[in-house]
């Protein structure tokens, strides 16, 4: 048996589903390279790096 769901629940499960991972990778990249670098495994300018490369990964994502 089927369940009925309501068309807002699947909208808002589908934004969720879409949107969550997207921000995860464009505000966690950039984070965590903050972190590394202020703990001086990487270099300031991998932050630079993180945010090109949490942008395109964030883009990626969003398009799958």
Request: glycine share 8%; charged share 10%; with cysteine.
């Amino acid at each position: 048996m089927k369940q009925e769901i309501s068309v807002n629940y699947a909208i808002k499960r589908g934004q969720i589903m879409v949107n969550l991972p997207v921000f995860i990778v464009l505000i966690g990249f950039p984070s965590l390279s903050w972190y590394l670098s202020n703990q001086n495994i990487i270099p300031e300018w991998g932050i630079l790096v993180a945010i090109g490369c949490g942008f395109v990964f964030a883009w990626l994502i969003w398009s799958l």
